[in-house]
T-cell receptor, first 110, second 115 residues
Framework: DAKTTQPTSMDCAEGRAANLPCNHSTISGNEYVYWYRQIHSQGPQYIIHGLKNNETNEMASLIITEDRKSSTLILPHATLRDTAVYYCTLIIQGAQKLVFGQGTRLTINP | DAGVIQSPRHEVTEMGQEVTLRCKPISGHNSLFWYRQTMMRGLELLIYFNNNVPIDDSGMPEDRFSAKMPNASFSTLKIQPSEPRDSAVYFC?????????????FGPGTRLTVT
């Protein structure tokens, strides 16, 4: 019953921008889009989240379409250390349960 | 700052034995989560606590699993008796609930192998 769909895998060259898409066509008005990543053998790591406005922090940028049915996580200058599985998930405002799908396995190539 | 601390990092035990996993959340965080990750099922939420009180344990697989949080700085996940299908990586996470948006911070996980 995943509410988000992501490509299974993606490749990106080191130093280039990595753009990871996420489709969430049934998103509700009070659901936030959250992104986490999991580097091999480590626990998941929070990246960024947003409701409807684009967001940027020291790790990444999040672009949410105007109709909120999809979003893109952007790693502006990917490094080898960004190789990981990236999870896009929705959380109702005020809720705490994270539901992880299969994510996108991003490989950064030298 | 110390992150979420889990122990042990690796546990190998025989079927039928009791297993106890431990977690120390980040100081000041008032929510704690237990997850399990396997290749087949991915990352699943087992149970979470707010202010040391269990809020949702619907993800706990069966009565063999139990979790406690006796105080704000410690939680345990116990499996008794353990079975080979319990082999997985168990993650603990914590967050600070204040407002309506909050991220979870995950520990390094405990890799459990039940033979």
């Amino acid at each position: 019953d995943a509410k988000t769909t992501q490509p299974t895998s993606m490749d990106c060259a080191e130093g280039r921008a990595a753009n990871l898409p996420c489709n969430h066509s049934t998103i509700s008005g009070n659901e936030y889009v959250y992104w986490y990543r999991q580097i091999h053998s480590q626990g998941p790591q929070y990246i960024i989240h947003g409701l409807k406005n684009n967001e940027t922090n020291e790790m990444a940028s999040l672009i949410i379409t105007e109709d909120r049915k999809s979003s893109t996580l952007i790693l502006p200058h990917a490094t080898l250390r960004d190789t990981a599985v990236y999870y896009c998930t929705l959380i109702i405002q005020g809720a705490q349960k994270l539901v992880f799908g299969q994510g996108t396995r991003l490989t950064i190539n030298p | 700052d110390a992150g979420v601390i889990q122990s042990p990092r690796h546990e190998v035990t025989e079927m039928g034995q009791e297993v106890t996993l431990r977690c120390k959340p980040i100081s000041g965080h008032n929510s704690l989560f237990w997850y399990r990750q396997t290749m087949m099922r991915g990352l699943e939420l087992l149970i979470y606590f707010n202010n040391n009180v269990p809020i949702d344990d619907s993800g706990m697989p069966e009565d063999r699993f139990s979790a406690k949080m006796p105080n704000a700085s410690f939680s345990t996940l116990k499996i008794q008796p353990s079975e080979p299908r319990d082999s997985a990586v168990y993650f603990c996470a914590s967050s600070r609930v204040a407002g309506v948006e909050y991220e979870q911070y995950f520990g390094p996980g405990t890799r459990l192998t039940v033979t």
